[in-house]
């Protein structure tokens, strides 16, 4: 749903990306919180050092599995927008940043979305997505049962309602700002309907990520927290919930270590970049589609980075479309991870200089 340059007027576009720096500069916020709170591990000081490298991670994983076009309809495809995904992994405030992200890396580097444009695309695919699906998604866990499963099925419901979610918000755009004379009531059912069905696919791989997540490393997953049960103990004959004071239980092994996880994401990322995406549908993904039908892309414009060495996720001057593509996927995930580690790393650093104890000594 990567939205080109000329689809939506220059004071929409400009609107939009003061909406987007907004929300980014206060996502930097409260990613310092969450940056440092994911699980039990965190009361000991340890939450940052994980969810920080675990966030550019997700990241990374997110440009890879954006290659990945799936069929939805006859001549459509979709691909994940991963909102739902960052925000349950990391938190709605760390994935805001984390598509935001990749949003950036795809549009100054592989002319994948309009860069006057990237205000639209930030506020449509990393803001509203992550919203609704984390305000769903927190609705979900709180009335079912406290299980790992849950966490699983809330994620699918929330992942699926975000999709047609940020197709309803680019049809809002596009009847504020479009470029071009189309009836907004063929613009929205077009929209909502094709993404319905992409929304399928976008929960099918949030709830099979994080629930292989949950399943070894429930402590990294911050939409998990609190699902753990309450040490029991027994007082005449019953069994009680022990007092909060007598501390988190124990760490598993897999809890002290997450080097396994990160290393398998990462290796997991390439090979889905790398290999798999020459497999991806090459139909046009639901909003090229319904512009194309539509003729909202009437007044689209080129890309001012058409001409960049990695435009179109291939490398200029290898031939070989599968090498080239690989190899451009390869980098995508590299750059990703390090620019999405950097950021989250800063954020982290800034947290703790903020809590550090010298920051909170006064004067007499």
């Known amino acids: 749903m990567h939205v080109p340059d000329g689809f939506i007027n220059a004071p929409t576009s400009a609107v939009t990306g003061v909406v987007a ?33 675990l966030a550019g991670l997700v990241a990374a994983f997110i440009f890879a599995v954006q290659m990945l076009n799936f069929p939805v309809a006859a001549g459509t495809s979709g691909h994940l927008l991963g909102g739902a995904l960052a925000a349950i992994l990391v938190g ?24 006057t444009a990237l205000g639209v695309n930030i506020t449509d695919m990393a803001i509203v ?7 769903l998604f927190r609705g979900l866990v709180k009335v079912l049962p406290r299980t790992r499963r849950s966490v699983t099925v809330a994620s699918f419901v929330a992942a699926l309602v975000s999709v047609p979610a940020a197709a309803l918000a680019f049809t809002f755009l596009y009847w504020i700002g479009g470029t071009t004379d189309v009836a ?9 309907g094709v993404h319905v069905l992409i929304g399928v696919g976008e929960a099918a791989i949030t709830a099979l990520t994080v629930g292989a997540v949950v399943a070894v490393r429930p ?14 103990l027994r007082v005449n004959g019953e069994l009680v919930d022990a007092p909060s004071d007598t501390g988190p239980a124990p760490s598993p092994v897999a809890a002290r270590s997450h080097r396994k996880v990160w290393i398998t994401g ?4 390439l090979v889905l970049a790398g290999f798999v995406s020459f497999y991806a549908s090459a139909d046009p993904d639901g909003l090229e589609k319904v512009a194309s039908d539509k003729g909202i892309d009437e007044k689209a414009e080129e890309h001012s980075n058409a001409d960049s060495p990695l435009a179109d996720y291939g490398v200029e001057d290898i031939a070989d479309a599968r090498v080239s593509g690989g190899v451009a996927g390869v980098i995508g995930v590299g750059v990703t991870v390090v620019a999405g580690s950097a950021v989250f790393w800063a954020v982290r650093r800034r947290r703790d200089d903020d809590t550090s104890p010298s920051s909170t000594e006064t004067t007499v």
């Open 21 to 53: 720096a907004g929300a980014v500069a206060v996502s930097l916020r409260g990613a310092r919180r969450e940056l440092g709170s994911t699980s039990r591990a965190s009361e000991a000081g340890r939450g940052g050092e994980r969810t920080a490298p």
């Open 92 to 115: 709605p405030y760390t994935g805001v940043l984390c598509v935001s992200v990749v949003l950036l890396m795809q549009g100054i580097l592989f002319a994948d979305g309009g860069l």
């Open 129 to 135: 997505t992550t919203v609704v699906a984390y305000a």
């Open 184 to 192: 907004i009531g063929k613009v929205a059912t077009a929209m909502i």
């Open 219 to 232: 402590d990294l997953v911050y939409g998990a927290r609190g699902l753990g049960q309450r040490l029991k």
């Open 266 to 269: 990462l290796v997991a990322s």
